[in-house]
């Protein structure tokens, strides 16, 4: 269980970092992508910096709440799973539509998938 809620955790983290890592400050960022998506330990983090274990844990836990209070007062990676979800829904129902319309809503659908992910 407890690994399960690691893994939970280094995902959504790295999903805030997706959408907010612009608007943190550089020593965030570089902690944050090192603890979180190299995988790296606070030991190992703390002598590649020379400074204690807690301070990087501390420059976490200040990035991580940073990244929630963003995600809480703007909603983006909420939205963006929302959205996937209706497409998703929206992929399946096309599925069971006869051929003649299902390309041009497949289409439509991939276009709006696009969107969400900047490719316009």
Known sequence: MQGERALAKTTRMNMLFDFYGPLLTDKQQTFLKFYYHDD?????????????????YEHLKRAEQALESYEDKLGLMARHVRLHGWLDAL??????????????????????????????
Do not use: C, K, M
């Not at 790296?40 to 990087?56: N, T």
């Open 40 to 56: 790296y330990s606070l030991g190992e983090i703390a002598s590649d910096f020379e400074i204690s274990r807690q301070a990087v």
């Open 91 to 120: 992929d399946r129902q096309i599925g069971g539509l006869p051929e003649p319309h299902r390309e041009a809503l497949a289409r439509t659908a991939a276009g709006l998938r696009g969107s969400e992910d900047g490719e316009l």
